[in-house]
């Protein structure tokens, strides 16, 4: 996906999310109707069959509602864009399966990129239980490669957009480190097998900037 998806406030449940990143893993970088069954969904995140069917069904009726919102500088400033991410979803009871298609609005920053986007294996966040966790998954793996020390350096601001934040999470740095940061950290140390520094950096008595040191464990282990 695009750079600017991996930044971006995406406005998903973890279930939502799911869904739809299992729907571009199976598209390809191709446009078109994806299906997905509640049997492969279920074997995809380790859940229950029973589970898989609720939250396929349950998303059927908030994804019309759900976008992403992008902040795109302009000469004035930044605009906020937001897309809808579904066009098209629908939901066959008795096989279990979604059948859902993408947005014409959302579908340049999903195919056909040549630069300026992020990879990653959909099996990397199947173990993982928090949204929070999958974000800075993705914040990490756009910086893979492009510096070979593994260091991402983010704004406080660009940080509470990619984790939509909560007004609670902004006012209150302890409430974002103790709820966001260090449970996402932990969760990917622990699950998909990284080596994890940070620390915020302040401007005068307020964390201005997050910086992030991390790398793969060479020695592959996941305590899972």
């Known amino acids: ?12 449940s973890l279930s939502e999310k799911r869904i739809l990143f299992t729907a571009i893993a199976k598209m390809g970088g191709k446009s078109g109707d994806i299906r997905i069954t509640a049997c492969e969904y ?34 004035k400033g930044v605009i906020n864009w937001k897309i ?13 399966y979604v059948s859902l298609s993408f947005t014409p609005q959302i579908l340049p920053y999903l195919v056909d990129l040549e630069a ?18 999958w974000r800075l998954l993705e914040l ?25 934040a909560s007004d609670s999470y902004k006012s209150n740095f302890s409430l974002l480190r103790n709820r966001v940061i260090e449970p996402s950290v932990k969760e ?10 940070w620390e915020g950096i302040k401007k ?12 793969k464990d060479p020695q592959g282990r996941l305590d899972v």
């Open 116 to 133: 300026q986007f992020t990879k990653y294996l959909l099996k990397q966040a199947c173990a993982l239980r928090s949204l929070h966790s």
């Open 84 to 96: 809808r991410w579904i066009g098209a979803y629908g939901y066959q009871d008795q096989e279990g």
């Open 42 to 75: 279920a074997e995809a995140f380790g859940i229950s069959i029973d589970t898989a069917y609720r939250q396929l069904k349950s998303a059927s009726d908030n994804f019309f509602n759900r976008y992403v919102t992008l902040a795109v500088p302009d000469r």
């Open 140 to 164: 990490f793996e756009q910086m893979a490669g492009k510096k070979k020390d593994g260091w991402l350096t983010i704004s406080i601001e660009e940080f509470w957009h990619a984790m939509d």
């Open 1 to 12: 996906m695009s750079n600017v998806i991996t930044r971006s406030a995406q406005g998903l």
């Open 188 to 197: 990917l140390i622990e699950k998909d097998g990284w080596l994890i520094e």
């Open 204 to 215: 005068g008595r307020k964390v201005a900037m997050l910086k992030f040191k991390f790398e």
